[in-house]
């Protein structure tokens, strides 16, 4: 798995002020440390930084910096942090991102099991990832300085983490834990039909309620998935272009891929071709770089 890490920066001087790791799109990265400034209003340096470009007339931005993978992030992270430490003072809260340090080990966080029993002493609604990340914010104050906000990655990197269940003392799996639980997928199908769910909503709905149907199937039965309707239906929709005449036709119709969000725009107008799938990755199972290189290649 690729990791991506990442520089913000100011329109005004265009001088890197925060360093970060991210698996998301990074339009999207950026998008979610403007909401936690400008919406969310949260308190800490970076977001107070945010919030004083644009009190000033400017726009914060985002650039790649390195792509990493999941073994070597953290390291990475940290490398980055402490090379734009050089020339100019960064808005980073840790010398190492969320990880706190390369193993979490350059702050003193408690040891797992006392971060374990501090959670469940202190954090009285966390009961998921999402409510544990969310009632962190909201009390960043105090407890970061005990526990991390993504202790799968500082206790993992010390060799102790045992999952969010254990973590947080509650008996919930996340989809990758319980993924040995599925039923498989022709099982799977034939329960969903079963039941007459005709939409992925409908479906999410029904699987929230299980423990052997994962919410994503589309990861969790990657090897077998053929799109929604076959998985609802049992019907396959043969009306999208194949992998090699997808790349013929950007790359002679626009002369090569633009970027993803200007794609989707063109699909939900209806601008491109009936036959484009509009999720590129989950349809082809390529990477947008890869798919972008193929395209390239046909251009004459």
């Given amino acids: 798995m690729l990791y ?13 002020r925060y360093v970060g790791q991210t698996k998301s799109n990074l339009k999207q990265r950026r998008n979610e440390h403007k909401c936690d400034a400008l919406t969310r209003n949260l308190k800490n340096h970076k977001c107070n930084w945010i919030r004083s470009v644009y009190r ?25 942090i402490n090379e734009f430490s050089k020339t100019r003072k960064l808005v980073n809260q840790l010398p190492g991102g969320n990880s706190g340090g390369f193993g979490g080990k350059l702050l003193p966080y408690l040891d797992y099991e006392d971060a374990k029993k501090y959670v469940k002493e202190n954090f009285e609604h966390a009961n998921s990832i999402k409510s544990y990340k969310k009632e962190y914010d909201e009390k960043f104050d105090i407890v970061s300085k005990f526990v991390p906000k993504t202790p799968e990655h500082v206790y993992y990197l010390r060799g102790t983490w045992k999952g969010w269940s254990d973590y947080l003392s509650r008996d919930f799996m996340t989809d990758k834990e319980k993924h040995d639980s599925f039923k498989s997928f022709n099982d799977a199908r034939l329960l969903v039909r079963s039941e007459h769910i005709r939409t992925s909503k409908e479906y999410a709905d029904f699987a929230r309620k299980r423990s052997d149907l994962p919410i994503h199937p589309y990861d969790s039965y990657s090897e077998e998935w053929k799109g929604w309707s076959y998985f609802l239906t049992g019907e396959i929709k043969e009306d999208k272009f194949n992998y090699h005449d997808f790349c013929v036709y950007m790359a002679s119709t626009f002369g090569g891929l633009m970027s993803i969000d200007e794609y989707k725009t063109l699909h939900t107008n209806n601008k491109l071709d009936k036959r484009c799938p509009y999720h590129l990755k989950r349809y082809y199972k390529n990477g947008i770089k890869e798919i972008r290189k193929d395209i390239k290649r046909l251009i004459v």
């Fill in 4 to 16: 991506y890490i990442y520089g913000l920066y100011s329109t005004e001087d265009e001088l890197i």
């Fill in 56 to 80: 000033r007339g400017y726009e914060i931005e985002i650039k790649l910096i390195e792509t990493v993978n999941e073994t070597n992030w953290a390291e990475k992270e940290i490398f980055w």
